[in-house]
Structure formats: C-alpha cells, structure tokens
C-alpha cells in the first residue's frame, strides 16, 4: 500500500477524495493563472486586434512589437526610452543589496546564537522589532538621513535603505537556522583553537546553504517588487522598473496601449518569476531547513 493509499483510504472514498483534492487544485491554479494568462495574451496582440475581440482570445498574428516598444521605445513623461533605464536601476539596486545584507546577516545571526555577549538577547530583540516595524514609519528619518549623506534621490541611497531593512529579515532566518546547529560543533572547534571567523567560514556557512537561498531569495523578491521606498525616495530617470513601469502606465497619453502596458507587467514581473521557477525548490527546502521557524 503507497503512501497516497495510506492516507487518502481506498475504495469509493478514495477516489471521491482525490476528485475533490484535484479539483481544488485546479481550481486554484486557474484563478492564478487566468490573469497572468490575459496578460501574455494581450502583450502578443496588435492595437486592432485587441479591439476586434476579446481578452482571452487567440493572437491571431503574435507580435513581439509591444514587447520591443515596452522595454526601448515608450514614453514615460518626457523621455521616450521604455523600461530599459529603469530596469538597469532595480538591477542595480537589487545586486549590491543582495550582496550585503544577505552575509551581515548569516553573521549576526552566528554571533547571536553561538558566540553569546552581553546584552545579546537586547540585541536580538532591537532586529526581530525591525523586522514588524512599518516602513510608514521610518519614511521621514531615513529621508533625512539620506539628504544629511548627500545620497537623496540616487540608487545607491535605495540600497542602503534597503541593506538597513533587510538585515534585520536576513538576521532573523539565519539565527533560527544556526539555533538547531549543535553547539558541540562550534565548541569543538573553538577548543581546536579556531576563532569566530574560522569557524563561521569552514563550519558553519556550508551547511548553511539552503538558509543563504532562503535569504537571497527572500531580499531579491522584496527589494526587486518594492515601490514604497522607490517612489518616495527617488523620481525621474533614477527610480527602479517598478516606479517606471507606474508612470509608463499613467502618463499615456492619446490611444491607450494596452498590449504595451501588459507587456511592461510581464517584463516588470519576470525577474521573480524566473526566480520562483528555477529556485523555487530550493526555496521550499531551506524553509524546511529551519530558517524561519521560530
């Protein structure tokens, strides 16, 4: 008897319980897709064809022109470049914040699980509180912050912001992965005469991996998806795709080109999907792992 036999029952009961498991499944998988799908549809479609029939339609004549004009031919207020100055800024902001918050975490939360100090557990709860905290809140202190370094309205301002933030998230995942590490490992090598850095680069980090995806991840989706910071904290020709994909939208003037549009959504969108399909299984397993259990 399999696995599946075990604990869906067999007989009528069986089948009557896969039908419905099934069905839910698919049911949600259509909600999901259903938009995404009007989206792609709508990309491969001409002005005159969109108008000629419905949105889940057939391309009659699948175009990759909206996709082109998307990316280097839109306007977006005055300049008429598309997506592409914007995209380089989230490439690179997202890149460097990556880099560094995704380490600064894996070692702090080393410190704050096997190389105890005092006021650690203060420590400790200061991070975990900025992980809940809104980012309403620290809008106006960063901004000044930001305007006192003279990196107001530039990429590299975003990616200290969000290298602030993100260490307090990065922290959290690996303190809770290094927690279930045995303290007779680390013990061990300390008595060997190893220190902090040894033991965190040739030990630790290694069997740390699922945890650094998790992480990489995690950092990757947030930054790369945020428009909070990004409209707030820079404008023009230096804010990311996602504030460039808001005002391709809204500034159109004359015919409204829909198929551009859902274009530039696909385009905005695809970097974390291609994240999600190549590493998703990765991503499952380091939250098995024990990353973000508390």
Request: net charge positive; hydrophobic share 55%.
């Amino acid at each position: 008897m399999s696995t599946h036999d075990v604990v869906l029952g067999t007989g009528l009961a069986h089948r009557a319980t896969r039908v419905i498991i099934y069905g839910a499944l698919l049911f949600m998988a259509v909600i999901y897709i259903f938009p995404l799908l009007v989206v792609v549809l709508t990309s491969l479609k001409s002005l005159e064809e969109l108008r000629s029939g419905t949105m889940i339609d057939l391309p009659a004549s699948p175009t990759l022109q909206p996709w082109r004009d998307a990316m280097f031919n839109a306007c977006i207020g005055t300049s008429c470049n598309g997506l592409a100055p914007y995209f380089l800024n989230s490439v690179a902001m997202v890149v460097p914040a990556v880099i560094l918050s995704t380490p600064i975490g894996a070692i702090n939360g080393f410190a704050l699980t096997h190389f105890k100090f005092p006021g650690h557990n203060w420590v400790f709860a200061f991070l975990l509180f900025g992980v809940f905290i809104p980012l309403q809140i620290v809008l106006i202190p960063l901004a000044y912050v930001m305007g006192s370094l003279g990196i107001a309205n530039s990429v590299v301002g975003l990616v200290l912001v969000h290298v602030i933030y993100g260490i307090a998230f990065t922290t959290l995942f690996f303190r809770n992965f290094f927690v279930t590490v045995p303290h007779e490992i680390v013990s061990a090598a300390r008595m060997d005469g190893a220190g902090f850095l040894q033991i965190f680069r040739r030990i630790v980090l290694p069997i740390a991996i699922p945890t650094i995806v998790v992480s990489v991840i995690w950092q990757f989706t947030h930054i790369w998806n945020d428009y909070l910071l990004a409209t707030t904290y820079t404008s023009g020709l230096t804010s990311p795709v996602t504030v460039g994909l808001y005002n391709m939208v809204a500034s159109t003037t004359g015919t409204k080109q829909y198929n551009v549009n859902m274009a530039a959504v696909f385009l905005t969108a695809l970097p974390t999907l291609l994240v999600y399909v190549f590493a998703g299984r990765y991503f499952l397993r380091g939250l098995a792992a024990g990353s973000i259990k508390g």
